[in-house]
């Protein structure tokens, strides 16, 4: 089955640089690639998806990236911003009704 | 619009008790559902899932069990929780077309 590699696993940056989060997926059949947001004691919020036919896809402050031949996508965050603090979650899917399968997360710190 | 409700938001029990966590959609029908478990700093544990209505499908073996008795309604359940039952529990949904899961806020179990 599908496997989901995330790294780094915590992350700290200085206000208005930037932050970029990678994840690397096993099944080449994964076609679409979700990004979550979860701040402390909340539910995971979809913030950015991206989809096998798209190499790049932009929203504001927060881009993804895809790499298909070498499986891997990463989420890209700039200017970030202390509230851009949370933990996120990258996740790939296949097919059908099989679930999606999440990374372990990354905690990212923005250091006002 | 389409919604997710899970309660109680915390919740402290004994060990040895049992437990029903419930989760309702509102504003679509015959989505997928979805229990995760996070332990404390960790990730998300895929425990149950369902795509109809008495269809539970189990990813990890435990002290839990999952029923599904109508097609909104998604409930966790345990006759005897144990410490290690502790945890976020996340109910979540989906009804496919490409758009990533929708989270509930989650319960924060504590056993003691």
């Known amino acids: 089955g599908e496997n989901v590699e995330q790294h780094p696993s915590t992350l700290s940056v200085q206000e208005g640089d930037s932050a970029v989060i990678k994840c690397t997926y096993s099944?080449?059949?994964?076609?679409?690639f979700p990004w979550y947001k979860q701040e402390l004691g909340k539910g995971p919020q979809l913030i950015i998806d991206?989809?096998?036919?798209?190499g790049e896809k932009k929203d504001q402050r927060i881009a993804v990236t895809l790499n298909k031949t070498a499986k891997h996508f990463s989420l890209h965050i700039t200017e970030t911003q202390p509230e851009d603090s949370a933990v996120y979650f990258c996740?790939?899917?296949?097919?059908?009704?099989?679930?999606?399968?999440f990374g372990k997360g990354t905690r990212l710190s923005v250091i006002a | 619009s389409q919604t997710i409700h899970q309660w109680p938001a915390t919740l402290v029990q004994p060990v040895g008790s049992p437990l029903s966590l419930e989760c309702t959609v509102e504003g679509t029908s015959n989505p997928n559902l979805y229990w995760y478990r996070q332990a404390a700093g960790r990730g998300l544990q895929l425990l149950f899932y369902?795509?109809?209505?008495?269809?539970i499908s189990s990813e990890v073996p435990q002290n839990l069990s999952a029923s599904r008795p109508q097609d909104r309604q998604f409930i966790l359940s345990s006759k005897k929780l144990l410490l290690s039952d502790s945890g976020f529990y996340l109910c979540a949904w989906w009804t496919g077309g490409g758009y990533g899961y929708t989270f509930g806020s989650g319960t924060r179990l504590t056993v003691v």
């Open positions: 996740a790939a899917f296949t097919s059908g009704n099989t679930p999606l399968v």
């Open positions: 099944d080449s059949a994964s076609n679409y």
């Open positions: 369902s795509v109809g209505i008495g269809q």
């Open positions: 991206i989809r096998s036919n798209v």
